[in-house]
T-cell receptor
Framework: DQQVKQNSPSLSVQEGRISILNCDYT??????FLWYKKYPAEGPTFLIS?????DKNEDGRFTVFLNKSAKHLSLHIVPSQPGDSAVYFC????????????FGKGTRLHILP | GAGVSQTPSNKVTEKGKYVELRCDPI?????LYWYRQSLGQGPEFLIY????????DSGLPNDRFFAVRPEGSVSTLKIQRTERGDSAVYLC????????????FGPGTRLLVL
């Protein structure tokens, strides 16, 4: 029973365009959400996070949007660059209540030249 | 500064053998996590240490899996009587505290059980 779902296994985007990665969750107790990026043969690297008290968090080219009523979040990357090609994991936790972070299965992003 | 390191980077063993996987966290990080990532899946939580004690081991799949962190720094994940289904990448992460403190991951140990 997946509590964090990334329904697109892969996504291809033209360089310079916007990449939108989606994530849905089922546990209403989650109050903190994260995106991690992973290159082959490396561990995941933290990218950006958002608390449930916000609906948007921006860091340079990366913006995360949270829609609590829909239990949905998305990561926007604009403009997309070749180095953005990687696997992106959405993750969630109940910060302060539970020490676990629950990860989705990931979406492989390909930036096309 | 140095990040999280894990040794070995790759481990091949035979079914039924015992293996130990080591994690060196970022210096000063009190929180340490072990995850397992199978092919096509995201990291799956195994166990969390705060200091020397296992604060949450609810993710360990069965009693063949055990982890220690005797001095509150280096941790060892131990797997007894390995099975082919144990083949996965085992990831370690450390953090300066509990969530929402950022977890920093090591490169992982790729375990293959033949």
């Amino acid at each position: 029973d997946q509590q964090v779902k990334q329904n697109s296994p892969s996504l291809s985007v033209q360089e310079g365009r916007i990449s939108i990665l989606n994530c849905d969750y089922t546990n209403s107790m989650f109050d903190y959400f994260l995106w991690y990026k992973k290159y082959p043969a490396e561990g995941p690297t933290f990218l950006i996070s958002i608390s449930s008290i916000k609906d948007k968090n921006e860091d340079g080219r990366f913006t995360v949007f949270l829609n609590k009523s829909a239990k949905h979040l998305s990561l926007h990357i604009v403009p997309s660059q070749p180095g953005d090609s990687a696997v992106y994991f959405c993750a969630a936790s109940s910060a302060g209540r539970d020490d676990k972070i629950i990860f989705g299965k990931g979406t492989r992003l390909h930036i096309l030249p | 500064g140095a990040g999280v390191s894990q040794t070995p980077s790759n481990k091949v063993t035979e079914k039924g053998k015992y293996v130990e996987l080591r994690c060196d966290p970022i210096s000063g990080h009190t929180a340490l996590y072990w995850y397992r990532q199978s092919l096509g899946q995201g990291p799956e939580f195994l166990i969390y240490f705060q200091g020397t004690g296992a604060a949450d081991d609810s993710g360990l799949p069965n009693d063949r899996f055990f982890a220690v962190r005797p001095e509150g720094s280096v941790s060892t994940l131990k797997i007894q009587r390995t099975e082919r289904g144990d083949s996965a990448v085992y990831l370690c992460a450390s953090a300066s505290g509990r969530p929402p403190e950022t977890q920093y991951f090591g490169p992982g140990t790729r375990l293959l059980v033949l």
